[in-house]
Structure formats: C-alpha cells, structure tokens
C-alpha cells in the first residue's frame, strides 16, 4: 500500500525520488536500478522496488516470489562484498522492445550473472535466452520456485530457489 501511495498520490518525479530515499534508508525498501552499459536500445527507467521483508508484499505469488528472491539476492552481494572485498551491483535489465531480465549481477563493473524468476513457467524464458546469447555473462539462471525437475538448455540453467541458493559461494 505505501508504494501504492508513493506512485498515485506523489506527482512529483523529486517527491517520489525524496520518498523512496526516505524509505531506504528506514530499511523498508531497497531499489533495484537498471543496467544500461552496453545496451544502445536500453530504456532509462525508474529502479524496481522490493521490499526487506517479504510479508509487506502485496500481489500474487510471482510478485512474492521475485521479491523474495531480490532480498536473498541483495544480502548475498553484501556478504560477498564484505568476505571478497569486490563491488557487486544488484541490477535490472529492460530495453525499448519490452524484453526484460529480472536481475543482473554486477561484479566490479563487469556483468557475472543474469537471473530470471517464475513462479512456475518452467519454459526457459525467451528474454533471458536473448541476453544471455547478446551479453555473453559468466552465468544464466532462471528461478523457477515450482519447477519440478532442474535441467540446463545451452547456457542458461534451470533450477529451483533451494538449489541456487543453496550451493557454496
């Protein structure tokens, strides 16, 4: 309801910006902004916004689902960063034809992983086939949260969130 509230009733693009500042550093909300580098048809759009904790999440099981999987995300850069000492960005990535990614990894400047979340599509996504094949990243993963049977398809592998957040850093 209060990122209802920031986007129907806040008109101004500041007081919005000011608000999610607010709200990030009340640690209720971080923001997910959009890698741009070496995208040309990349679109500048506002960050995506997740929730800390994933019960002040409103919507269907996806958006649950993609929630949860940014904030175990975003806590697994900030322990590789505090371990490694590398920078990793938590990214988004979405151009003018709609094709859209719904996290990118981002180590010292440098694209790592490109991530997909379904709650239960077990089709591998076409968008992240797309940027897998034009980005070349290290990884391509999609996480689906019922998928049945982990599988890989060329580059990009198919598994569930216990798997993939399981495994060893």
């Not at 909300?29 to 580098?37: D, E, M, N, Q, S």
């Amino acid at each position: 309801m209060l990122l209802l509230w920031l986007v129907t009733v806040v008109r101004s693009r500041a007081q919005r910006k000011s608000w999610l500042g607010v709200l990030e550093r009340m640690y209720l909300v971080f923001a997910v902004r959009p890698y741009t580098k070496s995208l040309p048809r990349a679109v500048l759009k506002p960050p995506k916004v997740y929730f800390f904790d994933n019960g002040d999440v409103l919507g269907d099981e996806g958006a649950r689902f993609e929630n949860l999987v940014a904030a175990s995300l975003l806590k697994r850069l900030h322990f590789l960063e505090d371990r490694d000492g590398y920078r990793y960005e938590l990214r988004y990535i979405r151009d003018k034809e709609g094709r859209e990614v719904d996290f990118a990894l981002i180590k010292e400047g440098r694209l790592e992983e490109l991530i997909e979340t379904k709650y239960a599509d077990e089709n591998i996504s076409k968008h992240l086939a797309y940027y897998a094949k034009r980005l070349k990243p290290e990884k391509a993963t999609q996480i689906v949260a019922k998928l049945r049977r982990p599988y890989d398809q060329g580059k990009i592998k198919m598994m569930d969130p216990i798997t993939y957040f399981g495994k060893p850093l």
